[in-house]
T-cell receptor
């Protein structure tokens, strides 16, 4: 079993839709949870960072962590074509960061 | 401000040829440095990390090697490339309020 599981998609939605991206994990030692956004042929960039269960909101983005279920989510409200990218979840417990495979998102105008 | 550079951006190499990818960081000293490989549908695979000059830890046994000749320089090498070495190579360092990973622009390597 992989430490982090993420559906690779692709996920295609119309502009303005609410997008839900998810990851599950197996290692209860993970304490920090991140979402990275990666545009085509670019390096990933940090989008959201959380370290506790609950919700964290930043503009149109909301990160949700449920440690009891070992499940994290990223919600994108009012999605835009510019949100089209690959979204990678990442988790850290100690020195190493473990990344999900990434979900490819397409937002159609 | 802190920045990270990688070159070349794109590389096409024949099987059996050598490889040298370079990563440099600016605006920070003694950074933790990382090399990752990203293959389609497989996420980021940590290859090497370094906590200081001359200190290299290998995560995956393979025909690649890494070196850190200077504080802010990290090099990924191979003596003989394999087809399976094709991928997108990313260099990263730890920075920011949360000590998170900042990635470079990446090098796309195609081995033919």
């Amino acid at each position: 079993q992989k430490e982090v599981e993420q559906d690779p998609g692709p996920l295609s939605v119309p502009e303005g839709a609410i997008v839900s991206l998810n990851c599950t994990y197996s290692n209860s030692a993970f304490q920090y949870f991140m979402w990275y956004r990666q545009y085509s042929r670019k390096g990933p960039e940090l989008l959201m960072y959380t370290y506790s269960s609950g919700n964290k909101e930043d503009g149109r983005f909301t990160a949700q962590v449920d440690k009891s279920s070992k499940y994290i989510s990223l919600f994108i409200r009012d999605s835009q074509p510019s949100d089209s990218a690959t979204y990678l979840c990442a988790m850290k417990g100690g020195f190493k960061t473990i990344f999900g495979a990434g979900t490819r998102l397409f937002v159609k105008a | 401000s802190q920045t990270i550079h990688q070159w070349p951006a794109t590389l096409v190499q024949p099987v059996g040829s050598p490889l040298s990818l370079e990563c440099t960081v600016e605006g920070t000293s003694n950074p933790n440095l990382y090399w990752y490989r990203q293959a389609a549908g497989r996420g980021l695979q940590l290859l090497f990390y370094s906590v200081g000059i001359g200190q290299i830890s290998s995560e995956v046994p393979q025909n690649l090697s890494a070196s850190r000749p200077q504080d802010r320089q990290f090099i990924l090498s191979s003596k003989k490339l394999l087809l399976s070495d094709s991928g997108f190579y990313l260099c990263a360092f730890l920075a920011g309020d949360y000590n998170e990973q900042f990635f470079g622009p990446g090098t796309r390597l195609t081995v033919l």
